[in-house]
């Protein structure tokens, strides 16, 4: 059998778009998480601390939920969550479980479904990776969505 080097190409390009393509998968369903995450192993944890959609997802949530009232860019002590340092604890379950119950009045546990919960979780496990080129791209792109109150318009 003769090889058609443009179909071995084609094969080839395919294969690494479905690898590549695989950190932006979405899923939609009964898969959804209805539960905190359970202990720093939840086979949950990669789908979503590994998916750059859940991540930007949770970059979003943390602008909507006004998280960078006081978790802005370089904010002091235990408020700067960009230093790869944390008090309570920096596995997936801890950061949860510090974002949904250790803000006293705001009552995140109640008041944010639990899937932006996790999504939050992500981003803010994600910050200490952030360039400054990325932080600036995503406060653009943050920028130019609809954010309550906070929303002056389109980017021009
Ligand atoms: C009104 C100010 C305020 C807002 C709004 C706020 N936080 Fe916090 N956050 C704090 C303070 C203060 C602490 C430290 C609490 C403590 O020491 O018990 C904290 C702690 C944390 C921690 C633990 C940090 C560590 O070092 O272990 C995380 C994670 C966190 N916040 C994420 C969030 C997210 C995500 C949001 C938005 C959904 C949010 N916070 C909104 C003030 C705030």
């Given amino acids: 059998m003769r090889i058609r080097w443009g179909d071995v190409a084609a094969g080839a390009a395919a294969a690494l778009c479905l690898a590549g393509c695989q950190r932006e998968a979405r899923e939609i369903g009964p898969s959804l998480p209805q539960t905190a995450p359970r202990g720093s192993a939840d086979p949950r944890i990669g789908y979503y601390q590994d ?31 960009a230093d790869g340092r944390w008090r309570y604890g920096g596995g997936f379950d801890q950061v949860y479980a510090s974002v949904a119950h250790r803000h006293g009045a705001f009552r995140y546990a109640a008041r944010v479904p ?43």
């Fill in 51 to 81: 998916n750059v959609y859940q991540v930007s997802q949770g970059g979003r949530y943390f602008a909507w939920y006004g998280c960078a009232a006081c978790h802005r860019d370089g904010a002091p002590g235990v408020r700067d969550l």
């Fill in 114 to 156: 639990v899937e932006p919960l996790w999504q939050l979780t992500a981003y803010t496990r994600d910050l200490s990776r952030h360039t400054p080129e990325k932080r600036r791209r995503l406060s653009v792109e943050q920028v130019g969505e609809p954010q309550g109150r906070s929303w002056s318009g389109p980017v021009r």
